[in-house]
């Protein structure tokens, strides 16, 4: 049999060559068989650089490369002390770098894999959802609308499935697939409606699949193998910074030169001069800017991970901190997604319904008293809609259960599926009405599936006389006007004008207690209705009642809110559920204030021009009975007004409004892998918490780039100044080429990585959103920067000027300044924490990192100057305690003065000075 034209096979021939089963699926042992045989289900992706290139790569950079060369002239001219000093520096430095960039590509490799896609199957006779790549040729397939394929499969089962397919064929319309016809053996990719391939996505309907192929074996695969190109783009503030860095680099060669020329015309050796000038530009050129930019971004996407939100671009971190405004879904977002059904409306009656969540510990009271429901023949219908009109399966200890095993002192039950489905099954097993067992009756012939334009759900049932049966279950408004008769215990009656306002009142009753409603009705099928079913047989149909539920809000939803509005962030519920409940859950979150907020449903929408939706749409705080092209409306309506939006969506209709948001949101749970890959963030958990979580990381983060950005240039224009003052006065030079090498790897290196994972500000939240064009440098920070540079650097030559002409001894007042240059930096790092507050107002001791930073550099600077062998290298000799009085009197006088501050505001005023009562 040729493997690849599955397409002219039966699906028992592709079953039974694959050695699989319809209803089992693989055992363990075979999956693990077959993924030896065939690999793990990714794409061969371009080989990866090696490490020794990578490291080999840091010694890239034009200006090293001088540095190298001059230091193979410095060891031609005998000064190999001079020359192995500068390449164990220069080596150093790459090994820092190296690291860095090593440290980044872990992470986002990690990072990719945490957002790599799910796929369900059978296995071992139980549906398990495994992640993509470990499926294996022979795997049963579970498709459903919103998924992305991820390998070749054979469909074997279809209910109204259609399939995106634009990536492979250029075919823009979804596709109607087929289950039970087989094609011509050349029948071409777009006419193979049998067949399903990895990176295509449902639309529409569900179906089963045999995986015929994976990996670089299917259709894209082929594709894959003749193009492998990958890109990787810089973020935005990558991309800023990498366009300040090379103004800096023109400007530090310009000074630079300058140092040079005014050495040489006072006599310095030329050799001498130029290796300074180098060495200077290699120590003042912040080249690594970028690469620490994107560590601290990484790193800061690990955090989020552990927080439960998986940022898939990391541009998004950025966006996170500018947030103005969350779009979040209700259910399951803001709610716990653990749907109780507490009430039920059928023939006249009002039935409640007790117990909590999933567990089907409860009973159904009709006037607070326990009722016999065999006898009840209405509300028996009812359920049974309900437990038909189904694809959720109620399971004890991750094990379907059918009604024979059900025991109700027995815990353990979940629902695999739809939420509102899932309660539905629980309130009709409170009753003994089971789907298994009704299904031994009944059967399923097909299904109309559920999409939020059509606000329902269809299935057909056959009975045992041949009888068809179409359930129904959707949106009251929509069900009532598609019915014309009422049930009752009696039968089937009129519908009438008085039912249809009974029945709008018990549903706005409802509603009003937040609750969420569903009407259930059915109608007999013709054979010839049933043969072929669509849209057109949904009508006439027998209203049987009405289902109401709710979905408590999160605990942790209202201090997250409450937090989003210290932050300036203004919180939007999106919900298809009615009104009522809307406004009530949103009233419970303080999210909707009546005559402060206003709130639309998707009718009022339709009715408004974009120029009406902008008016309001600031005033508007809840949305529902909304549509997924209403979301799109509201995110562009948003942005109009200035707002930087978050949006979270679930269902493959949210795709569209998920890209068009600043900061499009994925559930992790309940999410489609179409709306997954349209994202840049994904919730692990679907948790509204976990959103602003992530916000206060996005602005943590920012705030910890601006600090290493204020730290490294301020040190580096420090730097500079020290020698360009110098030549600019005519003093000696105050920093041999060595030593200015060595400042920029005991400062530049570990302390900068530590301000990047500095603990956020416990206050951050309580800031408004930045606004996103807002420049790196603003806020008074160009101003810090360059004041703090020209402090280091006055001060660097004000300690060498001191010593030079009051000793005479240009080796001590080059020691000197080489101590004060380091320490200056070592005290600023501690300034850089914050914008706002001093070291004594931070805890101390919140950043361990930047601790041992400091004191390893310290210790390496103590080191060059009193360990013998690297003094003698490194032209340095020992300071007495007055010249390191000087030394640090000079380097840390800000944080002196402000430790005095500090202490004066603390202490409590005099008793004699205090007014006295009388």
């Given at each position: ?43 061969a ?7 020794w ?77 495994i ?48 289950a ?60 800023r ?13 310009f ?113 607070q ?41 027995e ?77 009752t ?73 409450a937090?989003?509005?210290e ?16 406004i ?10 009546e ?47 200035g ?13 569209p ?5 600043d ?43 601006r ?20 030549a ?93 240059l ?97």
């Open positions: 049999m040729d493997r690849e034209k599955w397409y002219a096979r039966t699906p028992d021939e592709v079953v039974q060559f694959w050695q699989t089963s319809f209803v089992d699926g693989l055992s363990s042992s075979e999956v693990n068989t077959r993924l030896d045989k065939f690999g793990f289900n990714e794409l992706e371009k080989e990866k650089t090696a490490w290139k990578r490291f080999l790569a840091q010694f890239q950079d034009f200006m090293v490369l001088v540095l190298l060369g001059a230091t193979l002239i410095s060891a031609f001219l005998g000064e190999y002390a001079d020359a192995i000093t500068i390449l164990i520096i220069v080596l150093m430095n790459a090994i820092l770098g190296f690291i860095q960039e090593y440290r980044a590509e872990q992470s986002l490799s990690a990072l990719k894999k945490l957002a790599s896609p799910t796929a369900r199957v059978i296995r071992n006779s139980m549906v398990q959802q992640p993509a790549r470990e499926l294996v040729p022979g795997d049963i397939l579970i498709l459903e609308a919103g998924d992305k394929l991820a390998a070749d499969g054979r469909l074997i089962d279809v209910h109204n499935m259609e399939v995106e397919e634009a990536a492979l064929t250029g075919e823009s319309m979804p596709v109607r697939k087929v039970d016809r087989r094609y011509s053996e050349d029948a071409p990719l777009g006419d193979r409606k049998n067949m399903v391939y990895a990176g295509t996505s449902v639309v529409r309907g569900r179906g089963k699949a045999v995986v015929c192929a994976s990996g670089m074996a299917t259709e894209v695969g082929h594709i894959a193998g003749m193009i492998q190109t990958t890109t990787e783009e810089a973020t935005p503030l990558e991309r910074l990498d366009h300040l860095g090379k103004w800096l680099v023109w400007g530090c060669l000074i630079c030169l300058v140092v040079v020329i005014t050495g040489v015309a006072k006599g310095e050796s030329l050799f001498l001069m130029c290796m300074a000038g180098i060495s200077l530009a290699v120590a003042a050129i912040p080249e690594g800017l970028p690469a620490i930019v994107t560590v601290a971004l990484a790193l800061g996407v690990q955090r989020m991970i552990r927080q439960r939100a998986i940022i898939r671009k990391l541009p998004a971190v950025e966006t996170l901190g500018c947030t103005t405004a969350i779009c979040s879904d209700k259910t399951g977002t803001l709610t716990q997604n653990a749907m109780t059904v507490r009430q039920l409306f059928t023939d006249g009656n009002n039935y409640e319904i007790t117990g909590v969540g999933y567990d089907i510990k409860g009973n159904i009271l009709l006037n008293q326990p009722l016999d429901i065999s006898k009840d023949k209405a509300l028996h219908q009812c359920l049974t809609i309900g437990a038909l009109c189904n694809n959720s399966t109620l399971k004890q200890n991750n094990i379907a259960i059918t009604g024979i095993w059900r025991t109700k002192n815990t353990g039950w979940s629902v695999e599926g739809d939420p509102t489905e899932g309660a539905i099954v629980v309130a009709a097993a409170k009753a003994s009405i089971w789907q298994a067992e009704v299904e031994k009756v009944q059967k399923r012939v097909a299904e109309i599936p559920f999409e939020s334009e059509r606000r329902r759900m269809s299935v057909v049932y056959r009975d045992v006389n041949n009888n068809n049966i179409l359930y129904i279950k959707g949106a009251p408004d929509t069900i009532l006007e598609l019915c014309r008769y009422y049930h215990a009696a039968g089937p009656t009129s519908l009438t004008s008085d039912h249809i306002a009974k029945i709008n009142s018990i549903n706005d009753q409802m509603a009003s207690q937040a609750l969420r409603v569903l009407a259930v009705a059915y109608r007999r099928l013709t054979p010839a209705q049933a043969q072929n079913p669509d849209e057109t047989i949904e009508n006439d149909l027998v209203f049987s009642g009405l289902i109401g539920m709710i979905d408590p809000p999160r605990e942790e939803a209202k201090s997250s809110i937090r989003c509005r932050a300036g962030i203004k919180t939007v519920m999106i919900t298809g559920d009615h009104i009522n409940t809307a009530a859950i949103a009233q419970e979150l303080q999210i909707y204030k005559g402060q907020h206003k709130a639309l449903t998707g009718k009022d929408l339709d009715a408004m021009s974009e120029s009406d939706l902008d008016a309001i749409v600031n005033k508007v705080t809840v949305y529902a009975r909304v549509s997924p092209a209403h979301k799109l409306r509201i995110v562009r309506a948003l942005k109009r007004q707002h930087i939006v978050a949006m979270t969506g679930d269902g493959v209709n949210d795709a409004a998920i890209k068009e948001a900061i499009g949101i994925a559930m992790g749970i309940t999410g489609t892998d179409v709306t997954k890959e349209a994202s840049a963030m994904v919730l692990a958990d679907d948790n509204f918490a976990t959103i602003v979580a992530a916000v206060e990381e996005g602005r943590g983060i920012y705030e910890n780039i600090k290493f950005i204020r730290y490294l240039l301020s040190c580096n224009i420090g730097e500079v100044l020290t020698m360009f003052l110098a600019l006065f005519g003093l000696p030079m105050p920093l041999l080429p060595v030593q200015i090498l060595w400042v920029n790897l005991v400062t530049d290196g570990l302390p900068a990585m530590a301000l990047g994972i500095d603990p956020t500000n416990p206050n951050i939240m309580q800031r408004p959103p930045r606004h996103p064009g807002e420049s790196v440098f603003s806020r008074g920070l160009s101003r810090k920067v360059i004041g703090r540079g020209i402090q280091i650097g006055l001060s660097t030559l004000f300690v060498f000027s001191v010593i030079y002409y009051l000793q005479n001894d240009l080796a001590l007042a080059r020691t000197a300044a080489f101590a004060t380091v320490y200056c930096q070592m005290f600023h790092v501690f300034d850089c924490r914050s914008e706002t507050a001093t070291i004594f107002e931070l805890k101390f001791t919140s950043n361990k990192y930047l601790l041992m930073a400091v004191a390893f550099s310290t210790i390496m600077q103590l080191s060059v100057m009193y360990v013998p062998f690297l003094s003698a290298i490194f032209s340095t000799v020992p300071l007495s305690l007055g010249n390191w009085a000087l030394v640090l009197i000079v380097s840390g006088w800000t944080l002196i003065l402000n430790g005095f501050k500090h202490v004066f505001k603390r202490r409590p005023a005099r008793r004699g000075f205090l007014p006295q009562n009388r």
